[in-house]
């Protein structure tokens, strides 16, 4: 399975079991960047605001299997 979103794909598998990554982080633009941090800690998830990068907020949060997901309020600026 994969989504897309103005020309940038991130494919994703299915898998029995959780999985950690050997390296990195998912980074995700957020059409609703407060909602969203609403919604994971209602789901019980604890996001970590971290200091704004291009004048936008920012936060990490940890999924199931414990991979960081960067969640950004806006995109990089082109070049950036």
Do not use: C
């Not at 020309?7 to 059409?31: C, E, S």
């Not at 919604?39 to 200091?51: S, V």
């Not at 704004?52 to 414990?66: I, N, Q």
């Amino acid at each position: 399975m994969w989504v897309e979103r103005a020309g940038t794909q991130i494919h994703l598998m299915r898998r029995d079991d959780a999985v950690q990554l050997p390296h990195g982080h998912f980074a995700v633009v957020v059409d609703d960047y407060e909602r969203t941090l609403d919604r994971l800690r209602d789901a019980g998830f604890d996001p970590e605001p971290r200091k704004e990068h291009w004048g936008a907020p920012r936060s990490f949060v940890r999924d199931p299997a414990g991979n960081r997901v960067e969640l950004m309020s806006a995109p990089p600026p082109a070049g950036g």
